[in-house]
Structures are given as C-alpha cells and as structure tokens.
C-alpha cells in the first residue's frame, strides 16, 4: 500500500509531524511518498528515514498513490482534496492546525494509522460545488469544497446583488456580500455570518448574506438539484470579487455571473477514528472555547 503525503509545512511544528506520521506508516508497511519539492526540508535531518520514503514529482505520487494524506489544518485539507477528487483518491486528512472539522485523525491518534491497511474505516462523500463564472470573453469553472464567496473586497463597502434560483428571483441583497456553502462549509466561513450548522450527510446549498442592510434577511437553504445564479446589480460602482474555498479569486465585472450548484463530483474522506459529526461538532466547539472535555483540557 502507498500513501501520498500533502503536508503544510508553513505549519509551526509540521514537519515533526510529518516525521511521526512517516514513522508509523512504515511500522504499518504502507509506503510513504512526498512531493520532490520538499526533500530540502528533510535531508540532512538524522531523525528523517530517507531510504523508506519515496520522492516524486506531483502529479506521479499522486496518480500511483492509494490514499491521500494531508497533514495541517483545514485550508490545507480543502487544498488536497482538489486534487485527490481530480484522480478520484481517498484522503485522510490529519489535524495539526486549531480546529480540523474535517481531519479524521488528531496527532495523539497516529496509532490508527494501521487500520488504513486492515480496511477498517468509512468514508464520507462530501458534496463539492461546482460554480461556472461567465465574462464576456469566456466561461471559467471553479470546484468548492466548502464555499463561495461575493464580496467588496478589502474595502468595507456595501454592495448589491441578485441571486435567482432555477431562473426564478429569490433574493436581491444590499450587504458586504453573500456566501454559498456546502453542509462541509456549514461550519467555516457561513458559521460566522450567522448561518446554520448543516449535517454533512444532508445535501443542500445554504445562501447565507454576510452583514445584511436589514433585519430580516437570513439564510436560505437549497435542495442540491437547484442552479443558483448571481449577478452584480448595474448600479455597483465599487469591485466586486468571487472567492473559492479561500484559495482562488477573481473579479466579478458589471455584465458577469455566477451559476452555481451542486458538483458531480465528491470529495471521499476516510474517517478512521469512527467519530460521528455531532461527537466531533461537540469536542471541536469545547476546544475552541477551551473547555474541558471528559475532564480534560484540550489545549
């Protein structure tokens, strides 16, 4: 067995990480391989065992690999799933940011690592969307795992748009902008604009806006078979901007539009430590408020 290793070694104690997690795989006979591009992180380092690991350049690792590893936090897991869905791979994503909704495995539990070989995990699907941006000049397509987000940029300005549904209108907001996220993007960004907490296993597109001019608008949740559309309204004078998953951005012009909806494709993320999502939604919230779980602190 061969996994493929995507840390984030821009991470404050990352690669020591990395190291214990290329440790335990070969104790479990699965045969680690990094991208080439981070070998100089590693030479020199006696701790590091370079005759078991395997480097290769990107795009053969990931095309041989059996599973995907990604190791940081969520932003890092969003960024490798782009890439395991491109080759249709699992991926495990292993938590060593703050809190890591989606990693089925903390760092304390590296020794669950040998079930990746015995088959004993499940796997979730996790709806993507997929989000078509039209110009005048060209059709540019984006994948989101967790959102999409219409704002104003770094300039605290209102602006307004119009979002139909299956060609019918449902909403036109004056706010800092609105956010489209999967039930895995429940808890990001929408969670923070006051959206709700959105079972994975539910597929739905929420609508959230973001510091609406009213006291009335909230979100609207979709059935996954509906095509959302959002334009900018004519009167707009200041940019406007479209971001995926906080990765990728570009600019919304006064004739463009968005659709967006459901993908085809899903991300497949292993969850070895049997978790349900209320029992990690529970203990993620205690650490982040810094609250004791079974008696214990978590930081």
């Known amino acids: 067995m061969k996994a493929f290793l995507m840390p984030n070694l821009d991470k404050p104690n990352a690669q020591k990480c990395t190291q214990r997690v290329i440790s335990k795989l070969i104790e479990y006979n699965i045969m680690p391989t990094i991208d080439n591009r ?66 089925g495995l903390e760092m304390s539990e590296l020794h669950l690592l040998k079930h990746l070989v015995e088959q004993d995990y499940t796997i979730e699907n996790r709806m993507m969307l997929r989000c078509l941006h039209y110009t005048e000049e060209a059709v540019n397509e984006y994948l989101a795992l967790n959102d999409v987000v219409i704002s104003n940029g770094a300039l605290s300005r209102i602006i307004d748009l119009e979002v139909l549904c299956n060609d019918n209108p449902v909403a036109s907001y004056r706010a800092d902008g609105v956010i489209f996220a999967t039930p895995t993007g429940s808890t990001a960004y929408a969670l923070s604009a006051g959206g709700p907490i959105v079972e994975p296993a539910l597929n739905s597109i929420s609508m959230t806006p973001i510091c609406p001019h009213s006291l009335v608008e909230r979100t609207v949740i979709f059935s996954d078979d509906k095509v959302l559309m959002a334009r900018s309204c004519v009167y707009n004078r200041h940019p406007i901007y479209i971001t995926i998953d906080g990765e990728q951005g570009a600019k919304l012009e006064k004739n463009d539009f968005l659709e ?40």
């Open 38 to 103: 981070y070998r100089h992180f590693f030479e020199g380092d006696e701790d590091f065992p370079n005759t078991e690991v395997e480097f290769l350049d990107f795009y053969t690792a990931i095309y041989s690999t059996d599973v995907v590893i990604a190791i940081g936090g969520d932003g890092t897991i969003i960024h490798s799933a782009k890439h395991a869905v491109a080759y249709d791979k699992p991926l495990l994503g292993i938590n060593v940011g703050r809190l890591g909704f989606m990693a």
């Open 260 to 299: 967006i909806m459901r993908s085809p494709q899903t991300v497949k993320l292993i969850n070895l430590n049997k978790k349900q999502f209320y029992e990690v939604l529970d203990q993620k919230f205690k650490l982040h408020n810094n609250e004791p779980v079974n008696g214990n602190y978590l930081i």
